[in-house]
């Protein structure tokens, strides 16, 4: 059974920084791509970031480029999002996402965890 956690959310005020961890089992997580997605209050969910599987490619929303890096370690089953210069738009419930591509998603995904950006 695949399972995807997330952990690491919380509030932050803007311009602050979180690092989100999504620890994967149930999956043999080196052949897998992976991706973070979030969630705002009445919007659809959206792509955040995605990291491929073996060269380590990334592909990012325009809206978080430059402030937010994706990374994966093989060796923990765990893939994380480095979120720095927050901003209030930034609030949404952030979802792990596995298998998949480089810009399309799989089909298993986290429960996922809050992120506040508020002063």
């Not at 043999?28 to 009445?42: D, E, K, L, T, V």
């Not at 990334?58 to 990374?71: E, H, L, P, Q």
């Not at 720095?84 to 810009?103: R, S």
Request: glycine share 12%.
């Amino acid at each position: 059974q695949v399972q995807l956690v997330e952990s690491g959310g919380g509030l932050v005020q803007p311009g602050g920084s979180l690092r989100l961890s999504c620890a994967a089992s149930g999956i043999i997580f080196s052949g897998y791509a992976m991706g973070w997605y979030r969630q705002a209050p009445g919007k659809q969910r959206e792509l955040v970031a995605r990291i491929s599987v073996t060269d380590r490619r990334t592909n990012y929303a325009d809206s978080v480029k430059d402030r937010f890096t994706i990374s994966r370690d093989n060796t923990k089953n765990t893939v994380y999002l480095q979120m720095n210069n927050l901003k209030p738009e930034d609030t949404a419930v952030y979802f792990c996402n596995a298998g998949g591509g480089l810009t399309l998603s799989g089909n298993h995904w986290g429960q996922g965890t809050q992120v506040t950006v508020s002063s």
